[in-house]
Structure formats: C-alpha cells, structure tokens
C-alpha cells in the first residue's frame, strides 16, 4: 500500500513539474527579457533531474543577458547548483565561483563547502562554511554544515556544539536532530532524545540511514574493548 502511495505521490509531483515547465515556457515567449524566469525554469528541470536540459538552458541565458552582472550571477549560481545535483563536482565548484552579486555570493560559498564536503575536501568545505557562519551565526543550515563537516573530520565535540547551535534556530529537522544523535553516541551522551526526535520528524530518513548508528556503535565498542585490554 505504501508503494502505491509513493507511486501516486511520485506522479503527482511530476504531473505537477510539466505543469510548472509549460507555464514558465510561456511567460519566457512573453518576458524574453527576464532572466528570473529562466533561472526558474532551469530549477524546475534540474528537480526533474533534467540536468542537459537545464545546463543548456543557462547557457544560453548567460549568452542573452552576457553584460547583466546580477543577471550573470543567478545563471552562474542556477548552473552551479545543476552541476551541483548530476555530481559534476568541478564545474559546480567553476559556476559558483563566477557569483558576483554580493548576497548571492554567501549562497554560492556554502553550496561550495557543500561541493567541497562531496569531495572530501573537509578543509576546504570549513574554510567556506565559516565564511557564511561570520555572516550567519544563527542560520540552521551554515551550523547543520559546519556540524557535518567536523563530524567528518573526526573533531566530534565542536560537531555537536554546531548541531546544538543548528537545533537552537530549528527545532524540526529531523536530519540535524540524527546527526546529533551519533555525536552523541560517540562522545557517550545520551544519543535518546535526539534519536526520539529524529524518528518523530523523519522516520524514512532514519530507517535509510540505521548502517550509520550500527557504525558508530562498531567504533563505540571497539573502544571499550580497547580499553579493557590496555587495563589488564
């Protein structure tokens, strides 16, 4: 029965995208001159996970508004996130780089810490990640990345501290509240009330993602074992 749920969901949403593409369609034959609404529908299609479709059309844009610098850093960014989605790492690194426009350009450096996580280029990512944070302490996702980032680093303690600070301006994200969870875990807290959390806010997201607690746990009790032995 979930199944078909999922199935009906799946083609509402793209009855729902082609809708949203023949609309954009028409208003760029009537508004040539608005490159919002190429980005827009560029978006659309990289949701669609029509990445060609989407690169091409942001291309070309780039070519009609070639002398807009606002206009050159929504496309540079749209494309960024494209290459961002069909895990072309490099180019996206290339487009975002290319963002000029001064509040567009914090989006563009936490998209690439994200681009730089996916590479595990982890030193990288928090360089740019802590850019945005100067600019955005309180934001949920700069904190939630930065959290992310030093997990991967190994440096557990500062994670939980940016996930904590993560949860403090979002209290609904079941993913922070997960990753909080192993931090937890690791650092032998209690990983609970996070795991609660997580579960009540985003059970799929927890069932997809339990070899990651079950790693976690491996490490834990690696330890323990370890420090048996070192104690005889």
């Known amino acids: 029965m979930s199944e078909k749920h999922d199935d009906q969901t799946a ?27 190429y980005y827009q529908l560029a978006t659309v299609l990289t949701e669609m996970q029509d990445y060609e479709q989407a690169e091409e ?19 540079n960014y749209g494309l960024g996130n494209v290459y961002y989605q069909a895990a072309s790492y490099d180019k996206a690194v290339s487009a975002f780089s290319k963002v000029k426009d001064e ?11 994200q681009t ?9 990512a928090f360089a740019f990640a802590l850019t945005v944070h100067d600019a955005k302490p309180k934001d949920a996702s700069v904190n939630a990345l930065l959290g992310d980032i030093l997990m991967a680093m190994g440096n557990f ?13 979002d209290d609904q994200n079941g993913h922070v509240y997960f990753s909080r969870g192993l931090t937890a875990m690791v650092l032998e807290q209690d990983a609970t009330p996070f795991m609660n959390a997580a579960k009540r806010l985003d059970p799929d997201f927890v069932k997809r993602s339990q070899q990651r ?6 490490v834990v009790n690696k330890r323990h074992q370890d420090g048996d032995q070192q104690a005889k």
């Open 57 to 75: 059309l942001l291309m070309k844009a780039q070519g009609l508004f070639a002398k807009d610098e606002g206009a050159l850093s929504l496309l």
């Open 103 to 113: 509040k567009l350009r914090l989006e563009a450096y936490q998209m690439m810490a």
């Open 11 to 37: 083609n509402t949403a793209q009855a729902e995208a082609k809708q949203a593409v023949a609309r954009l369609v028409k208003q760029i034959d009537a508004n040539p001159n608005d490159f919002h609404l």
């Open 157 to 169: 303690n500062q994670a939980a501290d940016f996930y904590d600070q993560s949860l403090a301006a």
């Open 213 to 218: 607690v079950n790693d976690i746990a491996t």
């Open 116 to 124: 730089a996580m996916q590479q595990n280029q982890y030193q990288k």
